[in-house]
């Protein structure tokens, strides 16, 4: 595997071929370009930043609050995951991730497609999620939260009753010394209501909302 | 006029004496009724006694025999989990992600799994109702119920993955929503709405729902209508702006709108059709009855001139939902 110092074809056009599997959502193909770039020299760097990022940063741009289906979404999510597993076999390590956020579906609540498009879409711009999974207890996040250093906490909720977890959060981090992490929620139900309402910072329209607001977050820019 | 004239006239967008008021109240009347909702889900004959407890207690025009989104697949032999205040999910899928759907066979309504707990109670309401008011049955529609069978993840990689097994399994669910469709109608119902919340452009993409699910909706509403149905009644949550328009051509008589549409922006897209909408369900849990009335009064108004509508949810409102909340809803037509 290439360090992250290596040095490998950087054009455009090299990576394009990946870019085009990418959006296009065929996962076998993106993984066989990304092994072939990697053993052309690129660095798996290069490959985040110029593959997985520019693909998601164009899917990005056409996925509007007006059109955005999770179909086309989840296509090229599981051809990120592809190629992230042949750069990352383990997954990011604490340090090679642009941060880390851990991600849930809370206690109650089983329904984690919303939490595993977030997940993709975050993978994809470069960020390491470590993925609590569904019906999480809220202790158990805020366990992660502490354990892995995070910049964001993640909530995804589909259905009603994950409302009043969900306020539980912020309480928890602040007993915990995390107050200045941020909670981050989404999905069907959770964007119906407003940030005071559920006690958090953000509530995201979309996947890519969140992560624009996330972007923001660990950039240091202006979150509102 | 009473409340099931109140719904028909409103269908075909005749004058009504007032708005119909008919929101989406499934397990609320579970709460209500201070049953647990695993019991509610089990118990044909104590969800229609709940259902009627809820309309008398909110004057509402409808009852609904809805259980939860897993009775199809539970029927075909699913597991689900159930908790005492919240809808089952699917544990364990009927079908692999490599299986094919000819294996299944259709169930039998009277017999399979939760379904006879769903005819039982159309049976009763509209033994206790007559044609006083409406009494509706609910069926999966083919996305949401071949989702269900697979599981939803898997169910969306075989749109790209291998298409005719998923056009195999959406021709499966279109023939179990007609099958148990009828038989609610068998048992009473009035009509039967389709709910289809995976069809929505939300999952799918609108050039997805016009080739691949439309024809088989409008299967479906075009054998309720032969089996009886007073009407028919399509019910697709999330923003539908881009797929509503071609509702009327998929035969229903009435199509439901969320919040994401103004009730503008559906009655152009549906002018001849009857609406039902579109106050947020999250807002039943924390927003001021006040709000709620307004919102209720401002919908209300804005289909005055155009009739054909029923107020009502974008979806369902929360089992948990303040009774202060849904009372501010009906509140709001006795200002008419």
Not at chain 1, 77 to 91: H, I
Not at chain 2, 225 to 248: E, V
Request: proline share 6%; with cysteine; glycine share 10%.
């Amino acid at each position: 595997m290439n360090g992250p110092h290596s040095s490998g074809p950087s054009t455009e056009a090299a990576f394009q071929p990946l870019v085009d599997a990418l959006l296009v959502g065929d996962h076998k193909l993106a993984a066989a370009v990304a092994q072939h770039l990697i053993e052309q020299g690129c660095s798996r760097e290069q490959v985040v930043t110029d593959g997985l990022e520019h693909a998601m940063g164009l899917l990005d741009d056409k996925c509007t609050v007006e059109s955005f289906n999770l179909l086309e979404i989840m296509l090229v999510g599981r051809a990120v995951s592809a190629v992230v597993r042949v750069l990352y076999p383990d997954g990011y390590a604490p340090t090679e991730g642009r941060a880390t956020f851990v991600i849930a579906t809370l206690e109650g609540d089983v329904h984690d497609l919303g939490k595993n498009i977030v997940r993709m879409v975050l993978a994809g711009k470069g960020f390491r999620v470590v993925d609590l999974g569904r019906d999480c207890p809220v202790d158990d996040l805020v366990g992660a939260a502490q354990r892995e250093g995070a910049a964001a906490v993640l909530v995804s909720g589909l259905i009603s009753p994950v409302v009043s977890q969900v306020r539980k959060l912020r309480p928890a981090l602040r007993a915990c010394g995390l107050a200045h992490v941020p909670v981050v929620a989404g999905g069907a139900a959770l964007k119906q209501l407003r940030p005071e309402a559920l006690d958090v910072d953000y509530v995201a329209e979309n996947a890519f909302d969140g992560a624009h607001y996330l972007e923001r977050h660990v950039s240091g820019a202006p979150t509102t | 006029m009473n409340s099931l004239e109140r719904i028909l006239r409103a269908t075909r967008l005749e004058p009504v004496d007032r708005t119909p008021l008919v929101p989406q109240l499934f397990g609320h009347a579970a709460v209500c009724a201070g049953l647990s909702l695993r019991d509610y889900l089990h118990d044909g004959e104590a969800l229609a006694h709940a259902q009627i407890r809820a309309r008398e207690r909110y004057r509402t025009d409808a009852v609904f025999a809805f259980l939860d989104f897993g009775v199809e697949a539970e029927a075909l032999g699913a597991q689900l989990s159930f908790g005492d205040d919240r809808y089952p999910d699917v544990v364990g899928c009927v079908l692999g992600a490599d299986d094919d759907p000819a294996r299944l066979r259709l169930p039998e309504p009277a017999s399979a799994g939760r379904m006879p707990v769903c005819l039982r109670a159309l049976r009763t309401m509209r033994q206790r109702l007559g044609d006083s008011a409406l009494v509706a049955g609910a069926v999966a529609g083919p996305m949401t119920a071949s989702a269900q069978l697979y599981g939803i993840e898997n169910a969306l990689f075989l749109a790209i993955d291998d298409p005719p097994r998923l056009a195999a399994a959406l021709d499966f669910s279109t023939r179990l929503a007609i099958r148990y469709g009828l038989a609610q109608l068998d048992a009473g119902a009035h009509a039967v709405i389709v709910f289809d919340p995976a069809a929505s452009p939300a999952v799918v993409p609108p050039g997805f729902f016009r080739e691949f699910l439309a024809p088989r909706l409008g299967r479906v509403l075009a054998a309720l209508r032969g089996g009886g149905a007073a009407f028919t009644w399509l019910n697709i949550a999330g923003p539908t702006a881009g797929i509503l328009d071609c509702y009327a051509h998929i035969g229903a008589d009435v199509a439901t709108f969320d919040y994401y549409l103004s009730a503008a922006e559906a009655s152009r897209l549906l002018p001849r059709t009857c609406l039902a909408g579109n106050l947020k369900s999250l807002d039943f849990l924390d927003a001021a009855p006040d709000v709620v009335k307004r919102e209720a009064r401002g919908l209300v108004a804005a289909f005055g001139g155009r009739g054909g509508f029923l107020l009502s949810s974008g979806c369902e409102i929360p089992p948990e939902a303040a009774a202060g909340n849904i009372a501010a809803m009906a509140a709001a037509l006795n200002e008419d």
